[in-house]
């Protein structure tokens, strides 16, 4: 794949309370023929984080043409498993509704924090979400006891299938505490209950310790997948990609993704969280760069090869 980056679509001004901070794990979708919307986590002082958009023109999608004022959704209720902020997993079309599966975090005494994933809906074009319940669709489980969060749900056939990330256990690096886990997968026949334990697809390999953020398309030949992966060093954190015939079984091959750290800016040190959407004939990839997407969002166009 051959990329051009656009450049950096939207970073802090600190101006809003909370949205202070970092704009993480940007999912666009095509909102209407002429706006792209990207839902992304957004973080206040207390690095609590809450679900927002930020729209942009699809013809120039470094063109921001609004904000929400208000977050779509909010941190869950104290004591909930998302009582402590919010992320984006995965939004998706059902019928005249939106279907938003997010990652809800908790902290607990004796680890770093719980994720497990969220439901909720929308009715009014996107611009606020109703959770489903308060408990997870996706909760600790046999496979994994500290996270299980979906980040790619596609309706094919009648089937729920979704793509997820399990964590059990944690990396010690330079002293700070890091999640490892793996990608998943499942089938569910309404989106809203999923077995216990789903199919490993995509595991680790060399020194990495975690891969996630699964991103997975249907093509004229089956599936690709962009994910995140870092190695024990705790200084790389890239995305990959990997093509599969039925969406279980997967050949990474991470030498054809075409991203590239920048020289400078917002991008130069990290790279994390592609995500894809196409306009038409074009396709473009949103993206986090540095401390994962402290410093914002950015966007590369696919060249036409």
């Given at each position: 794949?051959?990329?051009?980056?656009?450049?950096?679509?939207?970073?802090?001004?600190?101006?809003?309370?909370?949205?202070?901070?970092?704009?993480l794990?940007?999912?666009p979708?095509?909102?209407?023929?002429?706006?792209?919307?990207?839902?992304?986590?957004?973080?206040?002082?207390?690095?609590?984080?809450?679900?927002?958009?930020?729209?942009?023109?699809?013809?120039?999608?470094?063109?921001?043409?609004?904000?929400?004022e208000?977050?779509?959704?909010?941190?869950?209720?104290?004591?909930?498993?998302?009582?402590?902020?919010?992320?984006m997993?995965?939004?998706?079309?059902?019928?005249?509704?939106l279907?938003?599966?997010?990652?809800?975090?908790?902290?607990?005494?004796?680890?770093?924090?719980?994720?497990?994933?969220?439901?909720?809906?929308s009715?009014?074009?996107?611009e606020?979400?109703?959770?489903?319940?308060?408990?997870?669709?996706?909760?600790?489980?046999?496979?994994?006891?500290?996270?299980?969060?979906?980040?790619?749900?596609?309706?094919?056939?009648?089937?729920?299938?979704?793509?997820?990330?399990?964590?059990?256990?944690?990396?010690?690096?330079?002293?700070?505490?890091?999640?490892?886990?793996?990608?998943?997968?499942?089938?569910?026949?309404?989106?809203?209950?999923?077995?216990?334990?789903?199919?490993?697809?995509?595991?680790?390999?060399?020194?990495?310790?975690?891969?996630?953020?699964?991103?997975?398309?249907?093509?004229?030949?089956?599936?690709?997948?962009?994910?995140t992966k870092?190695?024990?060093?705790?200084?790389?954190?890239?995305?990959?990609?990997?093509?599969?015939?039925?969406?279980?079984?997967?050949?990474?091959?991470?030498?054809?993704?075409?991203?590239?750290?920048?020289?400078?800016?917002?991008?130069?040190?990290?790279?994390?969280y592609?995500?894809?959407?196409?306009?038409?004939?074009?396709?473009?990839?949103?993206?986090?760069?540095?401390?994962?997407?402290?410093?914002?969002?950015?966007?590369?166009?696919?060249?036409?090869?």
């Amino acid at each position: 794949m051959n990329w051009k980056k656009l450049g950096l679509v939207f970073s802090q001004d600190g101006n809003v309370e909370w949205r202070r901070h970092s704009a993480l794990t940007p999912t666009p979708i095509l909102l209407k023929p002429d706006v792209i919307r990207i839902y992304a986590g957004f973080r206040d002082d207390q690095g609590i984080s809450r679900i927002g958009y930020v729209d942009v023109d699809s013809q120039d999608p470094t063109r921001v043409i609004g904000v929400s004022e208000r977050p779509v959704l909010d941190r869950g209720r104290d004591g909930c498993f998302d009582d402590n902020g919010v992320i984006m997993g995965d939004v998706v079309r059902d019928g005249d509704r939106l279907r938003m599966y997010y990652v809800g975090f908790q902290l607990v005494k004796r680890a770093k924090f719980l994720a497990f994933t969220g439901l909720a809906e929308s009715t009014d074009g996107g611009e606020t979400f109703q959770r489903v319940s308060e408990a997870p669709v996706l909760d600790r489980s046999i496979e994994g006891n500290t996270i299980r969060a979906i980040h790619t749900a596609l309706h094919e056939d009648g089937v729920w299938k979704i793509w997820y990330a399990v964590g059990d256990d944690w990396q010690t690096i330079d002293g700070v505490q890091y999640p490892k886990y793996n990608i998943w997968y499942a089938e569910s026949a309404d989106g809203r209950s999923f077995p216990a334990k789903g199919t490993l697809c995509v595991d680790v390999r060399g020194d990495e310790y975690r891969i996630g953020r699964p991103s997975v398309y249907k093509t004229a030949s089956g599936y690709m997948m962009f994910y995140t992966k870092g190695g024990v060093s705790g200084k790389d954190y890239f995305p990959g990609v990997a093509f599969s015939d039925d969406g279980i079984h997967w050949e990474r091959r991470d030498e054809q993704l075409g991203l590239a750290l920048g020289e400078q800016g917002f991008d130069n040190r990290h790279l994390c969280y592609p995500r894809l959407v196409t306009v038409k004939d074009r396709t473009y990839c949103f993206y986090n760069g540095n401390n994962m997407g402290a410093e914002g969002f950015g966007v590369a166009e696919l060249l036409q090869s």
